[in-house]
């Protein structure tokens, strides 16, 4: 057996925390770690049923070291999760934000960018989080990303799909696609989340501009169609 344990505390099948799970699991299959996991039913660890703590991942190590993983959108920090934490490696890591954090900061970590991806094999927890929903339509989406051979029928981004060696002979092409998000389609929303939306939005489109004017052909992107960005972004939309 590895010397080092891992238990997943697994309460979200979100799309976020899927190249989280294939880690473990791909460490697991290759024997450098050993992860057990406990799931937990359409409900968050601290038993509150709270959207946004579904991008969210605790996993205990060796026993006794907590470690979290935070991938949701936006610079904020748990603070619950990050006092119950050791370690906290967070997605949209944000230097300043931590500013405000005070000492506790020195445990935060930058996560880097997210994406869905499967394992390559028989993946044997994830089969296991399947029951974490109560959709039973969800619950054979996500039962058939656990069987690498339903790939037939259906596709699904493994890990030997998503990664390969570059090609020297082509002409390097950059890509960028983004999505720009509404900052009004929720009444509840606060106006500093309104302001983060926009602000991230324009971020987007200007990266998208500047990508365009630098690069010309070589570079392919935009913004995602959508109601919203047809609206306001309509100068950098995918083709």
């Known amino acids: ?3 080092i344990t891992c238990r997943l505390k697994a309460h979200s099948v979100a799309a976020h925390l899927q190249q989280i799970y294939t880690g473990f699991s791909m460490l697991d299959r290759r024997g450098l770690i050993n992860v057990t996991q406990s799931v937990t039913k359409e409900t968050s660890p601290m038993g509150a049923r709270r959207k946004t703590r579904e991008t969210h991942l605790q ?4 026993g ?14 748990d603070q619950e999760f990050l006092d119950m934490s050791d370690f906290y490696f967070k997605r949209s890591y944000s230097p ?6 005070g ?52 596709f699904t981004p493994r890990v030997s799909r998503m990664e390969a060696l570059p090609d020297f002979t082509q002409q390097p092409q950059i890509l960028f ?23 991230n939005n ?15 052909n070589s570079f392919f992107g935009g913004m995602i169609r959508s109601q919203y960005s047809e609206t306001y972004y309509k100068d950098v939309l995918l083709p």
């Not at 996993?59 to 060796?62: H, Q, W």
């Open 202 to 216: 324009n971020t987007r489109a200007n990266c998208i501009r500047l990508l365009r004017k630098e690069f010309g």
């Open 96 to 101: 300043s934000y931590l500013h405000q954090i």
């Open 59 to 62: 996993v205990i190590l060796n």
């Open 103 to 154: 000492s506790q900061s020195n445990k935060i970590y930058p996560l880097g960018l997210n994406y869905e991806v499967y394992p390559d094999f028989w993946d044997h927890l994830g089969f296991e989080r399947t029951k974490i929903s109560n959709n039973i339509t969800k619950r054979l989406v996500y039962i058939s990303k656990a069987f690498s051979r339903i790939d037939q029928v259906a």
């Open 177 to 199: 696609i983004a999505k720009a998000y509404d900052p009004h389609d929720d009444p509840k929303r606060k106006l500093e989340k309104i302001q983060e939306r926009e602000h």
């Open 64 to 77: 006794n070291i907590k470690l979290h993983y935070d991938a949701q959108d936006g610079e904020t920090i």
């Open 1 to 3: 057996m590895p010397g």
